[in-house]
């Protein structure tokens, strides 16, 4: 099968497009003194209306920074077999974190 790059290349106009997320966030927390005293609905409200923004702005780069690497990706083997690379190394890390935590 062709590559990304060589399947973008054979139709120009399918290197155009776009990319669309969303987001869900979910927090637990524990309620420490003083904030004990406020109703709970009062909390989560205020929490919500934070982390609403976060997302909100933290979604729209995030996108970008995606697509960006995407463009790079498709377009640099290099690059992909380097992805590919830092990939196994990071499972390969993950499995022995498991192992030694089961120890």
Known sequence: SASPAAAAAAHPRSTSGSI??????????EVVPPFHLMPKHVLESSCNVVISGLVKS???WFMRQLASDYQKWAADENYRAERRQRTVVKQQQHRLHQQSALQ
Not at 20 to 29: D, H, I, L
Request: proline residues 8%.
């Open 20 to 29: 669309t997320g969303t987001g869900t966030v979910k927090v637990w927390c």
């Open 58 to 60: 933290l979604l729209p």
